[in-house]
């Protein structure tokens, strides 16, 4: 290819193939009876969500392929970072979204309503994809008329969702990452036997101030040793070392758990800076989509009421349900039960500390 | 008074009491161990949430007042709308607030949290103010570790609620001011008994279009002819005109839903655009708060995850548990199950519309 | 057409035609040299705004359709004024997006910016069709590089502007509907008289006030007193009853003004509740533009700096300058300028109350 | 202390001295007059600003103290930048706040202005403080009425001002930290000439793709070419590596800027992933800082139109003036206009990459 190629012009409107794009918009309720003045807007608030999940998509792609690596480059940590920060301002508008798709009415929808069944979001491919990309199993999902979610594509999407659910999800790529860092196993710093011994320390000092205290009563410093018999059991299993079987809500094994751990409690050392963005950013990732779910659930709630959606479901229901259930890093979510205030902390030996930073501090 | 005195000066500190507003944070980290610098934020944020509370117990008191009147100036209806929007924007900065406050880490929050014991945002009597001003009623709410959400305030704090429950809230009063609403009588125009005709009419030609047509299997009929048939016994019961006895969580009367049903159906109709707008907005409310409580929900999990709440309470699941359950304008949520297609509805006779119209268009 | 058509089964892909959508993104940097991972974006986040774009002109249409009649049902005013909070709920997603765009960096542009050009923003047809539809006139506009707007486009689009530009825009329209309401020649009530009085009695007593006070030094007094006959001089002006002749950048007739000053000042009567309405909306509609065009000249600055877009315009200045100079609803903003206290409003007579309000309240 | 008053309990409400915030809003219009309803909106919506602005004062003092060391530990570069993260997310909720000003309308407003005279948020000393922190200096401010910006305020806040304006502000100290960094004049990698040899190269083999493609007309060619000259007329002067005096407006020297330049070009290596991210935030600061002064002065605009605002000035023209124009990061901002693509960046040698690399990877 010739370099002047690249100098060949390209107009605006042929480079975003606005021909197509501008002429995808036929109105169900034009076709088959009276123009619904707002159904133009259905369609196009969808076909941008569906422009959004595309790009989301690409996005996951390029995040899994730099965590499906034997060995990854710590530069790479730092743009899977930064994808995820692309995602996460997506997902923000997604949510916004819904407040134009609100300015139509439920009496507004009445009017083309009827033209579009059976289709509805519950047939989008792309948004499964996304689900099943980040980690979101078969057997976790709530299940929607007792239906599988996949009846309603065709046998090749089926196939593809198939082997995307049997192949790795960022999840599980992420968790393998978790694995096989070295920090909780470091020979200088037997983590896992200091921070048993922290936790136990911190409640024992607790115990006793709420023993000693004169400033509340007899039954509340029953109830806060009771509350801190509980803190205490909860740390002594989580730490314990043995590998429980997962619970089947479970994405992370222990020693992914426990790396997760680490980054959190020691994130101010240089080399777990991106590390700590990046497991930060996929809760956010997670939090949005439920968010999201919640929202959309409200908005189909004031369009339809107890009516059902036009895919046969009660909406509402379904989509309130799979909110926070959809969830894929939710061990990630659970680490915050498992940290201790900074000041307790078992120190980093200087040996260590060294190891965590930057050649060029040596 | 002397109009002169209207001119005196005032200085913007001295408006706005900057020296009560800016030396009202006192870390308690600094003053009981080691100063934390998220405490600040914590302190600020908590301090916005309680201004925006104060603003919105002024929009409702007057909301109140205006619908607290035996017969309601239309002018009135515009202004409690006007008061609605304000209410609406506050809420959408305190959801987005939010990720102000998850800027600071579950670590972060643990270096001050146990000093915080047991203050709560369970403690925000404005905020109990504004449920309770809303139409949240006692048997209604959720309880929080098999509390009474009063026993955290003062007696005097209790005495205020008891008697702000024993009043009229504003759910209330809006319900009767739809009760008092003429146009479901209409002489001229038994909306009722037309309305009730024109779904069976709709009902019967949707079942004849689904057996009649060619397009779809015959199990697919089956789900359809069914779901349809919920539909159909849905609505004979809603409108059968008898005064069931209301649900637990039924706010309006039937008279009032009716009138609720026709201002939505009527909407064009000049008199009934700014009722309209008002009936809307009062759902913009309720679903804002119900998205507030959800988010709120997600950060605490976040901040704590499974650990207890500084009050004592697993915070997450409370929170999200009352996410929807506290709504107060449920019935106005399910009128969306009640439409029908503005072009099956009974069209108002001439001498109708004129009623519902401008005196100046005649 | 038969009744049971309306019942023929569509997919949500079929409908929504995901096939051209979704196949409508072909990156140059691929065609032409090396993928460069952001230029999926690039091409997603545009053809977002297209769709946008097509919305709105799409909600312009309508309302051009309301006002562009000779005598306009006061159902439809209500009609027009949702239509612009859906264009305002569109705005505010087009505003935020460009944080998605902003997380593409400058580097990251440079990958395959060469290939682009001359493709450019200023190349949109549609967002032309809007500025047009809105009321931007050619000799209004900022020129760009010194050439006409229209050059980059086909004869057929050109025509096509020029045939919207020599036709009524919306803000023509909605001008030529307020010199037409009524109000203000009302028999019963000489609005412009009382208004020029009620004024000058305003000014009177704050001059008194001010020359009285003894608050306030003789030098802060005489500011004072200038800033007082720099706005008795500019209402005398103003309500001068003269039709002098329009500035350059003034859209509304002296009547319409005056007509949309009585509804602003009397906008609690109920006919005139929708029309303050519609108003303000649009005046919101033109700051949103105004934001966008900010906000947009923000991110080509960070992303190209000094350098050249790619349609050879030094961007940043381009759309900084045009941010508030294509704003086309001036003449609405200015009427904050002519604004005095409900208070000091001359009452309006019984009479006149009655024919503002509603038939069924007489 | 005894370690048991870490338990001593703590109410919500007197943690957060509510009986101090919940009690500064006195009505003026109440006081002096008729109570305005939207007065109250007024006072607690710039209560809540200035605690906005407290907190932005305790972040960036933080971030100073950081900055202001001979040495700058590597971990806190990581505590600085999330400390911009959360005056960013405080910005955008300080943006979107106006929305609910908003909802009081220009005659709403009326009803109470007369009485704040000459209050005006141009007495915002915390405000000021946040400015003159950042790094505006008196030299660069626009006036206000021929004022300076300080004769508002008290002799010790003037004291103040003037010495933290005389002391390093933030922008001084991060452009003295960037002037450290070692990477510019790295032995083994001589960054200048290298990059002038490769932005050559760049612009040499562009100016002969353009004079040999078929594509363009002669006259798109010349403007091209012109286009090519003006920009490596700029790099060359950009990296003379001559000291020239600095401009009015420049607020990092030369070899900032070179290092500001080297850590946005190589972000991608570990040592330069944070402080990459620390530049971009705090260009995102001074962006959201300039949009809130624009949609501020939109804001003045429509409440008080062409009126002089409360303070005495024609508030629109001097909020506008100052948006862009109070900038204090526009060196790095100007940065965009001197990257190159990554394909054509010299190439770090490995020995160069290690040192930018951990410790622990080698």
Redesign the interface.
Known sequence: ?S????????????????D???????L?SKA???PA?DE??F??????Y???F??IL?ELE?MMAIFDQPVID??QI??AS?RT??II??Q??MI??I??L??????DF??FR?????????????FRKVEVMMGLKQGQRITYNQKPYGS?FSDSQMKELENLEAGNSLAQLVGQWLERT?FVKLDAFPFLDQYRKAVEEMIT??R???Q?????GEEEKQ??LK?LD??AE?FQQALSGEQDAPDADETLSQSATLAALFI??Y?????L??PYQLL?RL?DMD?LF??WR??HA?MV????????GTG?SSGHDYL?NTA?KHEVFRDL???????????ALPPLPEEVK?????????
């Open positions: 290819m370099s002047s190629n690249k100098f060949a012009s390209v107009h605006y409107a042929e480079y975003l193939q606005l197509k794009i501008l002429s995808a918009q036929s169900r088959l009876g009276e003045h133009m807007l369609i196009i608030i969808h076909q941008v569906e422009l959004w595309k790009q690409h390029s710590e530069r730092g743009v930064q920060e692309r301002e997506i923000k508008i916004d979204q407040r134009v609100e300015t139509m009415t439920a009496l009445l009017e009827n033209y579009l069944i059976p289709a509805s979001g519950f047939q989008s491919f792309q309603v070295p000092a607790e006793e101030a709420i000693e205290t004169g400033y509340i109830i806060r509350m509980g803190t909860f959190q409690l994130r101010d050392e240089p080399i800076r991106m930060t809760m939090e439920t968010t919640f929202r409200q709630k004031r369009m339809l009421g107890k009516k059902i046969g309130k926070e979510h659970r680490i915050s039960t498992l940290l201790i205030p900074r000041s060294k190891t965590l930073g930057f050649y060029a501090a040596h």
